[in-house]
Protein backbone atom coordinates (compact mmCIF):
# COMPACT_ATOMS: atom_id res chain seq x y z
CA UNK A 1 0.00 0.00 0.00
CA UNK A 2 2.93 2.16 0.74
CA UNK A 3 4.19 2.35 -2.63
CA UNK A 4 0.88 2.40 -3.94
CA UNK A 5 0.06 5.65 -2.36
CA UNK A 6 4.10 6.85 -3.29
CA UNK A 7 2.78 6.79 -7.02
CA UNK A 8 -0.48 7.99 -6.81
CA UNK A 9 0.61 10.92 -4.32
CA UNK A 10 3.44 11.70 -7.40
CA UNK A 11 0.32 11.27 -10.27
CA UNK A 12 -1.23 13.92 -7.92
CA UNK A 13 1.55 15.97 -7.44
CA UNK A 14 0.73 16.25 -3.49
CA UNK A 15 2.48 14.58 -0.48
CA UNK A 16 2.36 11.06 0.75
CA UNK A 17 1.54 12.15 3.91
CA UNK A 18 -1.29 14.66 2.81
CA UNK A 19 -2.93 11.59 0.95
CA UNK A 20 -2.58 9.26 3.57
CA UNK A 21 -4.30 11.41 6.15
CA UNK A 22 -6.90 11.96 3.98
CA UNK A 23 -7.18 8.49 3.42
CA UNK A 24 -7.88 7.99 6.82
CA UNK A 25 -9.50 10.43 7.86
CA UNK A 26 -11.98 9.77 5.32
CA UNK A 27 -12.30 5.78 6.05
CA UNK A 28 -13.18 7.08 9.57
CA UNK A 29 -15.48 9.77 8.80
CA UNK A 30 -17.42 9.95 5.14
CA UNK A 31 -18.17 13.44 5.61
CA UNK A 32 -14.52 14.30 5.48
CA UNK A 33 -15.12 14.03 1.58
CA UNK A 34 -16.85 17.46 2.00
CA UNK A 35 -13.65 19.23 3.01
CA UNK A 36 -11.94 17.56 0.53
CA UNK A 37 -14.22 18.70 -2.28
CA UNK A 38 -13.98 22.47 -1.54
CA UNK A 39 -9.85 22.25 -1.08
CA UNK A 40 -8.53 20.07 -4.12
CA UNK A 41 -9.03 19.22 -7.51
CA UNK A 42 -11.15 16.53 -9.20
CA UNK A 43 -8.65 14.43 -9.76
CA UNK A 44 -7.94 14.04 -6.27
CA UNK A 45 -11.52 13.30 -5.03
CA UNK A 46 -11.47 10.40 -7.47
CA UNK A 47 -8.49 9.27 -6.81
CA UNK A 48 -9.05 9.17 -2.75
CA UNK A 49 -12.85 7.55 -3.17
CA UNK A 50 -10.54 4.49 -5.28
CA UNK A 51 -7.99 4.61 -2.69
CA UNK A 52 -11.00 3.50 0.13
CA UNK A 53 -12.41 1.06 -2.32
CA UNK A 54 -9.67 -0.71 -3.14
CA UNK A 55 -8.64 -3.36 -0.39
CA UNK A 56 -4.63 -3.96 -0.05
CA UNK A 57 -5.00 -6.48 2.62
CA UNK A 58 -4.20 -9.35 0.81
CA UNK A 59 -4.39 -7.48 -2.78
CA UNK A 60 -7.92 -9.41 -3.65
CA UNK A 61 -9.12 -7.08 -6.22
CA UNK A 62 -12.46 -8.48 -6.00
CA UNK A 63 -12.93 -8.30 -2.52
CA UNK A 64 -15.37 -5.99 -0.90
CA UNK A 65 -12.66 -4.23 1.43
CA UNK A 66 -13.97 -0.98 2.55
CA UNK A 67 -16.87 -0.81 -0.10
CA UNK A 68 -19.28 0.45 2.87
CA UNK A 69 -17.28 3.13 3.69
CA UNK A 70 -16.45 4.15 0.11
CA UNK A 71 -20.47 4.08 -0.50
CA UNK A 72 -21.14 5.90 2.19
CA UNK A 73 -18.44 8.82 0.88
CA UNK A 74 -20.25 8.75 -2.73
CA UNK A 75 -23.57 9.20 -0.78
CA UNK A 76 -22.39 12.55 1.15
CA UNK A 77 -20.51 13.61 -2.20
CA UNK A 78 -23.97 13.30 -4.32
CA UNK A 79 -25.26 16.01 -1.89
CA UNK A 80 -22.42 17.95 -3.57
CA UNK A 81 -21.63 16.78 -7.05
CA UNK A 82 -24.11 14.85 -8.25
CA UNK A 83 -22.87 15.10 -11.85
CA UNK A 84 -19.39 13.80 -10.23
CA UNK A 85 -20.21 11.23 -8.69
CA UNK A 86 -22.38 9.79 -12.03
CA UNK A 87 -18.74 9.94 -13.50
CA UNK A 88 -17.18 7.75 -11.03
CA UNK A 89 -19.63 5.04 -10.92
CA UNK A 90 -19.86 5.34 -15.01
CA UNK A 91 -16.07 3.96 -14.80
CA UNK A 92 -16.77 1.94 -11.61
CA UNK A 93 -14.33 -1.46 -11.48
CA UNK A 94 -17.02 -2.69 -9.17
CA UNK A 95 -20.82 -3.28 -10.99
CA UNK A 96 -22.35 -4.33 -7.77
CA UNK A 97 -21.36 -1.03 -6.04
CA UNK A 98 -24.15 0.76 -7.80
CA UNK A 99 -26.79 -1.75 -6.59
CA UNK A 100 -25.57 -1.61 -3.66
CA UNK A 101 -25.72 1.79 -3.25
CA UNK A 102 -29.10 2.09 -4.46
CA UNK A 103 -30.01 -0.18 -1.87
CA UNK A 104 -28.27 2.10 0.67
CA UNK A 105 -30.33 4.95 -0.89
CA UNK A 106 -33.55 3.45 -0.54
CA UNK A 107 -32.71 2.21 3.22
CA UNK A 108 -32.44 6.22 4.41
CA UNK A 109 -34.80 7.22 7.17
CA UNK A 110 -36.14 9.77 5.17
CA UNK A 111 -39.90 9.72 3.26
CA UNK A 112 -40.52 8.87 0.11
CA UNK A 113 -41.05 12.43 -1.36
CA UNK A 114 -37.50 13.69 0.30
CA UNK A 115 -35.72 10.34 -1.20
CA UNK A 116 -37.46 10.61 -4.64
CA UNK A 117 -36.62 14.62 -4.60
CA UNK A 118 -33.22 14.38 -3.70
CA UNK A 119 -32.27 11.25 -5.13
CA UNK A 120 -34.35 10.42 -8.45
CA UNK A 121 -32.13 11.84 -10.98
CA UNK A 122 -29.33 10.09 -9.99
CA UNK A 123 -31.18 6.92 -9.23
CA UNK A 124 -32.05 6.84 -12.85
CA UNK A 125 -28.61 7.80 -13.93
CA UNK A 126 -27.53 5.07 -12.64
CA UNK A 127 -30.22 2.90 -14.42
CA UNK A 128 -29.09 4.48 -17.58
CA UNK A 129 -25.11 3.02 -16.60
CA UNK A 130 -26.41 -0.13 -16.10
CA UNK A 131 -28.51 -0.36 -18.91
CA UNK A 132 -25.91 1.25 -21.55
CA UNK A 133 -23.33 -1.66 -19.96
CA UNK A 134 -25.68 -4.56 -20.73
CA UNK A 135 -26.60 -2.96 -23.99
CA UNK A 136 -22.96 -2.83 -24.90
CA UNK A 137 -22.37 -6.56 -23.47
CA UNK A 138 -25.36 -7.80 -25.12
CA UNK A 139 -23.82 -6.70 -28.57
CA UNK A 140 -19.68 -7.80 -27.87
CA UNK A 141 -22.20 -11.35 -26.87
CA UNK A 142 -23.84 -11.45 -30.76
CA UNK A 143 -20.06 -10.42 -31.79
CA UNK A 144 -17.84 -13.50 -29.78
CA UNK A 145 -16.37 -10.88 -27.61
CA UNK A 146 -15.45 -10.18 -24.04
CA UNK A 147 -18.36 -8.41 -22.09
CA UNK A 148 -18.01 -6.73 -18.73
CA UNK A 149 -19.10 -8.28 -14.90
CA UNK A 150 -22.12 -6.97 -14.92
CA UNK A 151 -24.19 -9.78 -15.68
CA UNK A 152 -22.77 -11.43 -12.54
CA UNK A 153 -24.79 -8.48 -10.26
CA UNK A 154 -27.73 -8.18 -12.21
CA UNK A 155 -30.90 -9.81 -10.22
CA UNK A 156 -33.35 -12.35 -10.94
CA UNK A 157 -36.87 -11.70 -10.11
CA UNK A 158 -37.61 -11.62 -6.40
CA UNK A 159 -34.07 -11.61 -5.51
CA UNK A 160 -32.38 -9.41 -2.82
CA UNK A 161 -31.06 -6.53 -5.20
CA UNK A 162 -34.67 -6.80 -7.59
CA UNK A 163 -36.61 -6.72 -3.98
CA UNK A 164 -34.41 -3.92 -2.50
CA UNK A 165 -33.13 -1.60 -5.23
CA UNK A 166 -36.35 -0.42 -6.24
CA UNK A 167 -37.47 2.98 -7.23
CA UNK A 168 -40.61 5.15 -7.77
CA UNK A 169 -43.08 5.28 -10.67
CA UNK A 170 -45.87 7.75 -10.29
CA UNK A 171 -45.12 7.37 -6.34
CA UNK A 172 -45.33 4.02 -6.49
CA UNK A 173 -42.64 1.21 -5.52
CA UNK A 174 -41.32 -0.62 -8.72
CA UNK A 175 -39.08 -3.90 -8.68
CA UNK A 176 -35.66 -3.32 -9.89
CA UNK A 177 -35.60 -5.59 -13.15
CA UNK A 178 -39.58 -3.35 -14.21
CA UNK A 179 -38.06 -0.50 -13.23
CA UNK A 180 -34.69 -1.21 -15.84
CA UNK A 181 -37.19 -2.67 -18.47
CA UNK A 182 -38.63 0.24 -18.56
CA UNK A 183 -36.52 2.50 -19.49
CA UNK A 184 -36.03 0.67 -22.27
CA UNK A 185 -39.69 0.19 -23.24
CA UNK A 186 -41.61 2.21 -25.92
CA UNK A 187 -45.01 2.39 -27.68
CA UNK A 188 -46.08 2.14 -30.82
CA UNK A 189 -48.72 4.56 -32.33
CA UNK A 190 -49.78 4.59 -36.00
CA UNK A 191 -46.30 5.31 -37.62
CA UNK A 192 -44.69 6.84 -34.01
CA UNK A 193 -42.96 5.57 -31.20
CA UNK A 194 -43.50 6.50 -27.93
CA UNK A 195 -42.17 6.60 -24.18
CA UNK A 196 -43.85 3.65 -22.43
CA UNK A 197 -46.69 4.67 -20.25
CA UNK A 198 -45.59 5.17 -16.59
CA UNK A 199 -49.33 3.76 -16.03
CA UNK A 200 -48.92 0.46 -17.91
CA UNK A 201 -47.36 -2.73 -16.19
CA UNK A 202 -43.92 -4.37 -17.81
CA UNK A 203 -45.76 -7.17 -19.99
CA UNK A 204 -44.80 -10.83 -18.94
CA UNK A 205 -42.50 -11.03 -22.35
CA UNK A 206 -40.39 -8.20 -21.76
CA UNK A 207 -39.45 -10.08 -18.26
CA UNK A 208 -38.64 -13.40 -20.15
CA UNK A 209 -36.58 -11.41 -23.27
CA UNK A 210 -34.61 -9.91 -19.57
CA UNK A 211 -34.50 -13.21 -17.97
CA UNK A 212 -33.14 -15.20 -21.40
CA UNK A 213 -30.38 -12.37 -22.20
CA UNK A 214 -29.08 -12.38 -18.78
CA UNK A 215 -28.80 -16.08 -18.13
CA UNK A 216 -26.90 -15.84 -22.24
CA UNK A 217 -24.38 -13.48 -21.16
CA UNK A 218 -24.03 -15.12 -17.36
CA UNK A 219 -23.01 -18.31 -19.21
CA UNK A 220 -20.39 -16.30 -21.48
CA UNK A 221 -19.18 -14.96 -18.18
CA UNK A 222 -18.64 -18.36 -16.79
CA UNK A 223 -18.75 -17.26 -13.21
CA UNK A 224 -17.49 -19.98 -10.67
CA UNK A 225 -20.92 -19.33 -8.89
CA UNK A 226 -22.50 -21.07 -11.80
CA UNK A 227 -19.72 -23.71 -11.75
CA UNK A 228 -19.99 -24.88 -8.29
CA UNK A 229 -23.63 -24.61 -8.91
CA UNK A 230 -23.31 -27.35 -11.33
CA UNK A 231 -21.17 -29.06 -9.62
CA UNK A 232 -18.37 -28.41 -12.63
CA UNK A 233 -14.75 -29.21 -12.05
CA UNK A 234 -12.63 -25.97 -11.08
CA UNK A 235 -9.93 -25.11 -13.66
CA UNK A 236 -6.37 -23.73 -12.60
CA UNK A 237 -7.27 -20.36 -15.47
CA UNK A 238 -10.80 -19.65 -13.48
CA UNK A 239 -10.91 -16.67 -10.77
CA UNK A 240 -12.10 -17.47 -7.71
CA UNK A 241 -12.79 -14.47 -5.02
CA UNK A 242 -10.96 -15.58 -1.70
CA UNK A 243 -14.27 -15.70 0.00
CA UNK A 244 -15.64 -18.05 -2.21
CA UNK A 245 -12.35 -20.33 -1.97
CA UNK A 246 -12.57 -20.61 1.41
CA UNK A 247 -16.64 -21.09 1.70
CA UNK A 248 -16.40 -23.98 -0.76
CA UNK A 249 -12.68 -25.25 0.23
CA UNK A 250 -11.46 -24.53 -3.10
CA UNK A 251 -6.96 -24.54 -2.74
CA UNK A 252 -7.29 -22.50 -6.11
CA UNK A 253 -7.34 -18.54 -6.13
CA UNK A 254 -5.91 -16.78 -9.03
CA UNK A 255 -5.72 -13.02 -8.48
CA UNK A 256 -7.46 -11.12 -11.02
CA UNK A 257 -4.90 -9.35 -13.36
CA UNK A 258 -5.26 -5.66 -13.77
CA UNK A 259 -2.78 -2.44 -14.27
CA UNK A 260 -3.81 -0.12 -11.58
CA UNK A 261 -1.27 2.62 -13.00
CA UNK A 262 -3.05 2.72 -16.03
CA UNK A 263 -6.51 2.64 -15.03
CA UNK A 264 -6.11 5.47 -12.68
CA UNK A 265 -4.41 7.34 -16.16
CA UNK A 266 -6.79 6.45 -18.46
CA UNK A 267 -10.23 6.70 -16.14
CA UNK A 268 -9.52 9.10 -12.96
CA UNK A 269 -6.35 10.89 -13.98
CA UNK A 270 -7.12 11.02 -17.67
CA UNK A 271 -10.77 12.24 -17.63
CA UNK A 272 -12.61 15.16 -16.14
CA UNK A 273 -12.07 18.42 -15.50
CA UNK A 274 -15.61 19.76 -15.70
CA UNK A 275 -15.18 20.91 -12.61
CA UNK A 276 -11.71 22.33 -13.04
CA UNK A 277 -13.30 24.61 -15.85
CA UNK A 278 -16.01 25.68 -14.08
CA UNK A 279 -15.99 26.60 -10.56
CA UNK A 280 -13.03 25.63 -9.07
Same mark, same amino acid.
Given at each position: ???????????????? %???????????????????????? @?????????????????????FFDGLRDKYLNALLVLANIDEYLVVTILENTLYWRDLFSLWVKINKLSICKEEKIEKYDKLIRNIRTILNNQRAT??????????????????????????????????????????? &????? &??????????????????????????????? &????? %??????? %????? @????????????????????????????????????????????????
Amino acid at each position: MKNFIKSLANKLEVSE %LLLYNDYINLIENPEVIKTIYDEK @SEEYVKCILFLVRIPFKDNKLFFDGLRDKYLNALLVLANIDEYLVVTILENTLYWRDLFSLWVKINKLSICKEEKIEKYDKLIRNIRTILNNQRATDLINYKNNENISLLAKYCPSEKSYFDKEAYWYNEGKKESNISF &MIRQN &MSKISGYKKHDFPDNMLIPFSAKKQWRQENA &MLKEK %LNIIERK %LCKKE @SIEPSDYVPKKCAKKNSIDVCIDLKLDICKYIEDLIIGKSTYRNQSNH
